[in-house]
C-alpha cells in the first residue's frame, strides 16, 4: 500500500520541509479510520465531491468512482512545480523522493 510508504519516510520528507497529504473521495470520517488503522502520521483530505480530482486531472467527472493515483508537488506559493503519474505503489515514495530531489 503506497500511503505505508510515506508513514514510514515520513522523516526523509519532514527532513527537506515538505508537508505530505493525501486526498481520495472518501469521507472525512472513512479517511480518519483509515489513517488510524494504518497509524499515518500525515493527513488524508476528503475530496467527496471530487472539485480537487477534476482540477487536478486526477478523475474525469464528479461521479467519477476512482481517482488516478498522482502525486503533485506544490510549492509555497501554491503553484504545481511537478507531478507524478500512473505511479507504481511499491516505489511511488523513492520516485517522489527523486522529484524533489530535482
Request: glycine content about 8%; overall charge negative.
Amino acid at each position: 500500500m503506497q500511503g505505508n510508504g510515506f508513514r514510514d519516510r515520513i522523516r526523509d520528507f519532514e527532513d527537506k520541509n515538505v508537508t505530505v497529504l493525501g486526498i481520495s473521495f472518501d469521507t472525512v470520517e472513512e479517511n480518519k479510520a483509515f489513517a488510524e488503522k494504518f497509524d499515518y502520521t500525515f493527513l488524508l483530505l476528503s475530496d467527496v465531491d471530487r472539485k480537487v480530482g477534476l482540477a487536478l486531472g486526477a478523475c474525469e467527472s464528479a461521479d467519477a468512482g476512482w481517482a488516478a493515483r498522482i502525486s503533485y508537488v506544490i510549492d509555497e506559493k501554491g503553484i504545481v512545480v511537478g507531478s507524478l503519474a500512473d505511479v507504481d505503489p511499491t516505489t511511488h515514495t523513492d520516485d517522489v523522493l527523486k522529484l524533489l530531489a530535482g
